[in-house]
T-cell receptor, first 113, second 110 residues
């Protein structure tokens, strides 16, 4: 596609539920990143994929968070047993290669009630 | 953790004035990038400056980098109301991921 697509744009879920957030990067971009942004803060790194593999998952806050990119294109961020503190905008970005400028999607605003 | 810190946190100017935002960072970098964000959603890449560069221009944007002081500045000349947004610096320390600051909120009044 022309840009990075994230779905859904908004998600409201109850505490304790499981959610999946999807990211469709720019075709041909090998690097894919997930970030999380809370109100008034800058984006915080969660995980980085190079192709199909997670090259760096050091930003995932705990084992409730998991992400996959099975075919090296679309990625899914999965959050189990959601907590109110997980509420944030989840941003996905891709780049042609690591080390260059990122193209961001519009984000998924997750609200846990 | 956030590597970069932007200064000021908020900036309010009139159309036609110049806006200067500063970024300080802690560790050595491969490159530094500036992004713009409208309405708290997706960020837009503005400019990338490498560690061996001192100044870069793109349209009305001018970025400087001083690696001896671990700092960068973003200058927007002849600002417009449409420049109203949050601006973030982000550093690449060679680990293939970017670390963002908390941002500067710029308000340009007509």
């Amino acid at each position: 596609g022309a840009g990075v697509s994230q779905t859904p744009s908004n998600k409201v879920t109850e505490k304790g539920k499981y959610v999946e957030l999807r990211c469709d990067p720019i075709s041909g971009h090998t690097a894919l990143y997930w970030y999380r942004q809370s109100l008034g803060q800058g984006p915080e790194f969660l995980i980085y994929f190079q192709g199909t593999g997670a090259a760096d998952d050091s930003g995932l806050p705990n084992d409730r968070f998991f992400a996959v990119r099975p075919e090296g294109s679309v990625s899914t961020l999965k959050i189990q047993r959601t907590e109110r503190g997980d509420s944030a905008v989840y941003l996905c970005a891709s780049s042609v290669t690591a080390g260059g400028g990122y193209t961001f999607g519009s984000g998924t605003r997750l609200t846990v009630v | 953790s956030q590597q970069g810190e932007e200064d000021p946190q908020a900036l309010s100017i009139q159309e036609g004035e110049n806006a200067t935002m500063n970024c300080s960072y802690k560790t050595s970098i491969n490159n530094l990038q500036w992004y713009r964000q409208n309405s708290g959603r997706g960020l837009v890449h503005l400019i990338l400056i490498r560690s061996n560069e001192r100044e870069k221009h793109s349209g009305r944007l001018r970025v400087t980098l001083d690696t001896s002081k671990n700092s960068s500045s973003l200058l927007i000349t002849a600002s417009r109301a449409a420049d109203t947004a949050s601006y973030f610096c982000a550093t690449d320390a060679g680990y293939s991921t970017l670390t963002f600051g908390k941002g500067t909120m710029l308000l340009v009044s007509p």
